[in-house]
Nanobody, 115 residues
Framework: QVTLVESGGGLVQPGGSLRLSCAAS????????MSWYRQAPGKERELVAA????????NYADSAKGRFTISRDNAKNTVYLQMNSLKPEDTAVYYC????????WGQGTQVTVSS
């Protein structure tokens, strides 16, 4: 059974940091490119950051550049998103996605940035 389980979301003040994790199981994690998406209320889901299967390439949405860092640990079947200098506009449900032969999505974790 394929699962992607996100964790690490929560309520944080503007300027704060959070580290999201996505633990994968049920597929060959190290063959899959991984990415983080987010969806704010009333908006479309958008790409935040992506990382290649061995972690040698990354790309970021303009809104995430310089503040967010995506990384992965293939030994732990986990992908991370370190988010710093958070802004209220970062408030959204954050999802991880795995892509190779198939596409898998997690259930999401809520991130709320508010004072």
């Amino acid at each position: 059974q394929v699962t992607l389980v996100e964790s690490g979301g929560g309520l944080v003040q503007p300027g704060g940091s959070l580290r999201l994790s996505c633990a994968a199981s049920g597929f060959f994690f190290s063959r899959y490119s991984m990415s983080w998406y987010r969806q704010a209320p009333g908006k479309e889901r958008e790409l935040v950051a992506a990382i290649g299967s061995v972690g040698d390439s990354t790309n970021y949405a303009d809104s995430a550049k310089g503040r967010f860092t995506i990384s992965r640990d293939n030994a732990k079947n986990t992908v991370y998103l370190q988010m710093n200098s958070l802004k209220p506009e970062d408030t959204a449900v954050y999802y991880c996605r795995a892509v190779y032969v198939y596409i898998y999505w997690g259930q999401g974790t809520q991130v709320t940035v508010s004072s």
